[in-house]
């Protein structure tokens, strides 16, 4: 009786998730806004590129880092904020940030953190997590009060030994979760491997977990 209660349970809970998340990202082209914003701008550089994870692989990703109730999760060049409003909705994180370059993709993704808060539903599901969305280079902001971190970073080349040693800074014990590319620090060790489904096709994910103690001290 218990076991079909929890599933009753965290199924209806699921439906909630989706119907809040829908409900905000409905009319929202993530894709649209970036190109839109490369043309007026005359900004565009690969890393740049537009791309999202499928939400439920997304979802399915957290799953394996197990998310605890207080810790922190950020997404370093966050687009419009998708994975940062489903780990808000699905977890007790303490706080979620996204960090993103581009204003026009930090603007929306703020709009729609403020219009999740105006839903009575999205409210039951947050409870106290608090939801931020930085405009910036994340090179010149602080994440290290992250437990959690993603990483789309397939068209990260350039900065991607620069980023690699940057996450160094994360305490003891957390978790980067990174598509498209490996970790370049002897600070993380891989937890695992698999392929995910990103909206150009699938492609390789990394799990990392920085070191307890480095290697050698």
């Known amino acids: 009786m218990i076991k079909k209660f929890l599933s009753y349970f965290f199924c209806n809970e699921q439906k909630n998730i989706k119907r809040v998340f829908e409900s905000v990202y409905k009319d ?4 649209l806004v970036s190109k839109q914003s490369a043309e007026r701008e005359k900004h565009f550089s690969p890393e740049d590129v537009y791309g999202e994870i499928n939400n439920a692989e997304f979802l399915n990703l ?7 109730p207080g810790e922190v999760f950020y997404d370093l060049g966050s687009g419009v904020g998708k994975t940062v409003i489903l780990a808000a909705l699905s977890y007790p994180f303490e706080k979620v940030c996204g960090i993103e370059q581009i204003q026009d993709l930090s603007d929306l993704s703020k709009a729609c953190a403020q ?10 599901l947050l ?3 608090r939801i931020e969305f930085i405009q910036g280079d994340f090179f ?3 994440f290290s009060d992250a437990n959690i971190v993603y990483i789309n ?10 980023l690699s040693v940057k996450l160094e800074s994360l305490k003891p014990g957390s978790r980067v979760l990174v598509v498209g590319r490996q970790l370049l620090s002897d600070s993380f060790y891989l937890i695992e491997s698999d392929l995910a489904l990103m909206t150009w096709g699938k492609t390789m994910l990394h799990v990392y977990q920085r070191y307890f103690e480095l290697k050698g001290s």
Do not use: C, H, Y
């Not at 929202?28 to 894709?31: L, S, Y």
């Not at 957290?62 to 605890?68: A, C, F, G, I």
């Open 115 to 124: 219009g999740l808060r105006s839903k009575k539903a999205a409210q039951e």
């Open 28 to 31: 929202i082209n993530g894709f």
């Open 127 to 129: 409870g106290k997590t």
């Open 62 to 68: 957290l799953r394996r880092v197990n998310p605890k």
């Open 140 to 142: 010149d902001i602080d």
């Open 153 to 162: 970073a397939t068209a990260f080349m350039d900065i991607w030994q620069e």
